[in-house]
């Protein structure tokens, strides 16, 4: 299955701040994923590493969406998917580069929410938020992130959206606010007066993926359903990027370890390259 973005995917891709690739995960991977996720989240790991930021339990009962971050240092099926040469191809061409490596990665999992409501369902969402907000750390915004669909995702089940044309906003420092959960609040904050808030729904089949810049504005409200929706989420960098000193901290940084210097690339086992 290869998937190139075309010359009116890439010009759609700067305009609006997102592309919709076709099916890139077979079945077989998808259902492969789908059980080690839940590998992942009962803490059965495959290597001998610890996690990345530390052991994690999950109230799989609760309704609070579930992020296990850098699941490729700790399953192996993560580890290839992540790697998937479909995902750097297309990252390379969005990006403008031609090498590609993972910042990190996310094995996210949003619980079907229906029956529960008010504090507890909202613990579900996602907040409006803009990638590069959360890694002021990396000295360029040209980053990308691919989300893998791993079941057919539309609005019922919790499709996160995007606000389309807003990696044309620019940098809002304060908008890392993926862990906040008022939707409406963080709409108000980050909607700007002379522009129109214009919401998509990413809607994709099992096995397509959508790429969007590290500028673009998404989140995701609750996932109506009874089943959970699971996605594998690759947060990648172009060639260079490097470290941007006294800026936001973020546990990326710190894998530079203590003598990093101003503009050090994101190199080495930390970061893998996955294109070529
Ligand atoms: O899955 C979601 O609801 C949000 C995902 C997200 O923030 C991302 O892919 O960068
Ligand atoms: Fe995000």
Redesign the pocket.
């Given at each position: 299955m290869t998937a190139t973005p075309s010359e009116a995917d890439l010009k759609s891709y700067e305009e609006k701040g997102y592309w919709i690739s076709p099916k890139i995960f077979s079945d077989e991977l998808i259902a492969e994923l789908r059980s080690e996720y839940d590998r992942i989240y009962s803490g059965d790991h495959d290597f001998d590493c610890y996690p990345w930021l530390g052991p994690r339990e999950f109230d799989m009962q609760a309704p609070s969406v579930k992020q296990f971050n850098n699941g490729w240092w700790i399953n192996k099926a993560v580890r290839q998917a992540v790697a998937h040469p479909e995902i750097g191809r297309i990252a390379a061409a969005l990006m403008k580069t031609d090498e590609v490596r993972i910042w990190h990665d996310?094995v996210?999992l949003?619980p079907g929410v229906s029956g529960y409501e008010g504090e507890d369902g909202i613990q579900n969402n996602?907040g409006w938020?803009q990638?590069y907000a959360h890694w002021q750390v990396s000295n360029t915004q040209n980053m990308c992130?691919v989300?893998v669909a791993l079941q057919d995702t539309d609005k019922s089940n919790?499709a996160?959206r995007i606000v389309t044309g807003s990696n044309h906003w620019g940098l809002r420092e304060d908008a890392d606010t993926?862990g906040e959960k008022d939707l409406d609040e963080l709409k108000k904050r980050y909607a700007p007066d002379d522009r129109d808030w214009v919401e998509e729904p990413v809607e994709l089949k099992a096995g397509q993926a959508s790429f969007?810049s590290a500028l673009t504005f998404?989140?995701?409200g609750p996932n109506q359903s009874s089943e959970p929706r699971l996605?594998l989420?690759v947060?990648m960098m172009p060639k260079g990027c490097g470290l941007r000193k006294h800026s936001k901290w973020h546990p990326c940084a710190t894998l530079l370890g203590p003598n990093a210097k101003e503009g050090q690339p994101f190199e080495g086992e930390f970061f893998p390259r996955i294109w070529p």
């Open positions: 996310q996210l949003k996602v938020h990638d992130t989300w919790g996160f993926y969007h998404h989140g995701s996605s989420i947060h």
